[in-house]
T-cell receptor, first 117, second 112 residues
Framework: EADIYQTPRYLVIGTGKKITLECSQT?????MYWYQQDPGMELHLIHY???????EKGDLSSESTVSRIRTEHFPLTLESARPSHTSQYLC????????????????FGPGTRLTVL | GNSVTQMEGPVTLSEEAFLTINCTYT??????LFWYVQYPGEGLQLLLK?????DKGSNKGFEATYRKETTSFHLEKGSVQVSDSAVYFC???????????FGGGTRLMVKP
């Protein structure tokens, strides 16, 4: 079954630790995204990728970094976690739908809720 | 730039009540419009979409019509259930590229 996975679902960690949030999709989608969702529910795009070896920063500045070595895998890393990084992180992917640079709708993973103490 | 404005919540309804969640947008050209739903503790799921003016998207009893003249995409359901309690996001993507612009989300609470 084609799907998009995120691990861990919940993570509580101390300040200064390095963490990696995993995101994998089995749909063969070219484009992948990371969103940060604040407690007020608003979604902010922090990173996206058009494909392997492509990474771009989104609308919201983030101290996190991403990599795209394989099509199906788009991990997000925080080198030194801080309490201000506490949030819900959502990964998504979409497929190129054809000519004109149009992509199909985005499919979202279940999210990782990160708490930094 | 592109923007999406949706009514602030929470919206609290009794079971079987009629639901409307307003959504208006600002965009150049002819964007595609979406409604996503987020159930507690989960990611977003696409609820319905419309890709051109006057299209009606529908799914699970929900529907929304793409109104270019009023730049609106209001979500409606004739009879809500407790299981519809969730956060609903209106979103758009321009006719080229796929950078979703989300509204701020509307929390719906349905009481038995």
């Amino acid at each position: 079954e084609a799907d998009i996975y995120q691990t861990p679902r919940y993570l509580v960690i101390g300040t200064g630790k390095k963490i990696t949030l995993e995101c994998s999709q089995t749909m063969g989608h070219d484009k992948m995204y990371w969103y940060q969702q604040d407690p007020g529910m608003e979604l902010h795009l922090i990173h996206y990728s058009y494909g392997v070896n492509s990474t771009e920063k989104g609308d919201l500045s983030s101290e996190s970094t991403v990599s795209r070595i394989r099509t199906e895998h788009f991990p997000l890393t925080l080198e030194s976690a801080r309490p201000s990084h506490t949030s819900q992180y959502l990964c998504a992917s979409s497929e190129y739908a054809g000519s004109g640079g149009i992509y199909d709708e985005q499919f979202f993973g279940p999210g990782t809720r990160l708490t930094v103490l | 730039g592109n923007s999406v404005t949706q009514m602030e919540g929470p919206v609290t309804l009794s079971e079987e009540a009629f639901l409307t969640i307003n959504c208006t947008y600002t965009a150049t050209g002819y964007p595609s419009l979406f409604w996503y739903v987020q159930y507690p503790g989960e990611g977003l799921q696409l609820l319905l979409k419309a890709t051109k003016a006057d299209d009606k998207g529908s799914n699970k009893g929900f529907e929304a019509t793409y109104r270019k003249e009023t730049t609106s995409f209001h979500l409606e359901k004739g009879s809500v259930q407790v299981s519809d309690s969730a956060v609903y996001f209106c979103a758009l993507t321009p006719n080229a590229g796929n950078m979703l612009t989300f509204g701020g989300g509307t929390r719906l609470m349905v009481k038995p």
